[in-house]
């Protein structure tokens, strides 16, 4: 269930029902509070548009940190307890609207495909609400198949992506204090 040594691992949020901003700073809470896990830094969160239909609201996006002792099933099946929380509803429909959507973007160098679990996430190289705060957050990071993320995300760009505004969680410094 855990292995023996922490696990750098980042955890795409995301989200464009409700409050989306409210529901991310929600989600940061609970991911700082889970089990043999510890909240490292979290990126600006981003606005852009919708991938897929384009009947819903804007999704407001960002990218966390984390180091755990968890196994990546484990901590997807975590992840996806915090989604039920934030009232998360598994229609079926592909990039529809949702209360809170988080994805396991990376889990060290590790390459997994399984039936519960592809790590890397396969929208890392092609998302620019991924790569930037992936960027962000460490501007030197290499996908397991030795792409950087910066050569990614500067042929990509940003997109339609807009930075906004944060309540909470700054961008380091989250031992369980906020400075």
């Keep these: 269930m855990s292995g023996s040594w922490p696990v750098r691992c980042y955890i795409g949020l995301g989200g464009n029902l409700g409050d989306p901003r409210a529901r991310l700073e929600e989600a940061l809470r609970q991911l700082a509070h889970l089990p043999l896990t510890r909240l490292e830094a979290v990126s600006p969160f981003y606005r ?3 991938l897929g239909p384009a009947d819903q609201p804007d999704y407001v996006n960002a990218v966390a940190r984390l180091e755990t002792r968890l196994s990546a099933v484990r901590l997807l099946c975590l992840l996806q307890a915090v989604e039920e929380r934030a009232g998360r509803q598994r229609s079926g429909e592909r990039w529809g609207p949702r209360t809170l959507d988080l994805d396991l973007l990376l889990y060290e160098d ?70």
């Design 48 to 50: 852009n548009p919708p």
């Design 110 to 179: 590790r390459v997994m495909r399984g039936e519960l679990l592809t790590i890397p996430h396969p929208g890392v190289a092609v998302r620019a609400f991924v790569l930037r705060p992936l960027y962000d957050l460490d501007p030197a990071l290499v996908l397991p198949d030795g792409r950087a993320v910066a050569a990614l995300l500067g042929e990509l760009g940003d997109g339609e992506l807009v930075e906004v505004r944060r309540d909470q969680y700054p961008r380091r410094g989250l031992r369980g204090d906020e400075s």
